[in-house]
């Protein structure tokens, strides 16, 4: 079974930028997905991108700040994050959906699940 390792969070003040990556222990065209989860708070999609890299999503809070992408040669996932704001704090954890090479929002149609990494944004 595929294995996640997120890296890249940290303290950023308002504004400013971080780049997440997720490196799979395993070489696959699987969907990679990023979720969120805010102290107190459910967790929640963030972005998307299929087997193919030819479907992308993002929630409606990140459009246009995030951008996911993929290096096949290096099977990492990537999560570019600009413009960062206060309510983006929260524990970034990405995940593999390995059955299905389609992007999905979805939480519960991924299987594989990286440790998290924190992300805290200040004012």
């Known amino acids: 079974q595929v294995r996640l390792v997120e890296s890249g969070g940290g303290l950023v003040q308002a504004g400013g930028s971080l780049r997440l990556s997720c490196v799979a222990s395993l070489r696959g065209t699987f969907t990679m997905g990023w979720f969120r989860q805010a102290p107190g708070k459910e967790r929640e999609f963030v972005a998307a991108i299929s087997g193919s890299g030819g479907q992308i999503y993002y929630a409606n809070s990140v459009k246009a700040r995030f951008t996911i992408s993929r290096d096949y040669t290096k099977n990492t996932v990537s999560l570019q994050m600009n413009s960062l704001k206060l309510e983006d704090t929260a524990v970034y954890s990405c995940?593999?959906?390995?059955?299905?090479?389609?992007?999905?929002?979805?939480?519960?149609?991924?299987?594989?699940w990286g440790h998290g990494t924190q992300v805290t944004v200040s004012s």
């Open positions: 995940a593999a959906r390995s059955t299905y090479s389609s992007a999905s929002a979805v939480a519960s149609e991924y299987d594989t």
